[in-house]
């Protein structure tokens, strides 16, 4: 299983970004994407998770600016981030925990992330 993201790059304060990841691979079923960051000298963070249900978690600090969304048939989910402020500077990494077949347990994967540079 492979998990590919892409979007990063660098914006100015107050600007926009979307994040694309999408898995690839012996896949079963899966039971939740989401996207984390690691900022320089910071451990990585949760930013937002969605359920296969559409069940969101968001970080407080990126509630009302960041929206996750996903696509099952693609077996995609995206990061919308607006109002970027330069705290949000870090590698972003896009996660899943899914299943490869039928018996097996949950496991998680992480794509290889992408930087976001907010800076004017």
């Known amino acids: 299983v492979q998990l590919q993201a892409s979007g990063g790059g660098l914006v100015q304060p107050g600007g926009s970004l979307r994040l694309s990841c999408a898995a690839s691979?012996?896949?079963?079923?899966?039971?939740?994407m989401g996207w984390y960051r690691q900022a320089p000298g910071r451990q990585r963070e949760l930013v937002a998770e969605i359920t296969s249900a559409g069940t969101t978690e968001y970080a407080d600090s990126v509630k009302d600016r960041f929206t996750i969304s996903r696509d099952s048939a693609k077996n995609a989910v995206y990061l919308q981030m607006d109002s970027l402020k330069p705290d949000d500077t870090a590698v972003y990494y896009c996660?899943?925990?899914?299943?490869?077949?039928?018996?097996?347990?949950?496991?998680?994967?992480w794509g290889q992330g992408t930087l976001v540079t907010v800076s004017s």
């Open positions: 691979g012996s896949i079963f079923i899966i039971n939740l």
């Open positions: 996660m899943s925990a899914l299943k490869k077949n039928w018996r097996d347990l949950l496991q998680t994967y």
